[in-house]
């Protein structure tokens, strides 16, 4: 008797998604991080971790997507890895206007390898970005991005 045998993986690039996708993407993991900030327990620094984790990602990605709206190529995207100050660099000069202390903490926040250690490391969440910053640093580069997509696309809704 034969076994059966699995169908081959089709081998055809995968499809990127488009600035919006990463816009939606990105709003879904603001929305969860902003979940997870209510539920965090006040005297713990591990239960800020999943907030942190989601915050930090949710920025990424909405950086990901105004590179992406602004012509950057997929891989060069990706191979800045958790690169935010980075992604920060290349978007101010493609024409994202972050505020000042946004910019300087996308900067400490690569410097002192937050997403690293929110991920990995919960022990040092105290060392790491207060909470406050960071969700200031997430709804500016959220409305800077998602105004920048309002702008070059009047028929996205929002």
Known sequence: MKSARAPKADKTEPVE???????????AYAEAAEQLVERQKKCTAISRAPYRLAAIHAIELYLNAYLRMKNHEPDEIRGLQHDLQQRT???????????????THLGAMTSNREYLLARYQPSAQKSLSQINRLLATLRDVEKKVTTAMEQDNPSVVR
């Open 17 to 27: 998604p488009s600035p919006q996708e990463l816009v939606e993407l990105a709003r």
């Open 89 to 103: 660099e290349r978007a101010t000069k493609a024409g994202m206007k972050l505020r000042k202390r946004t910019i």
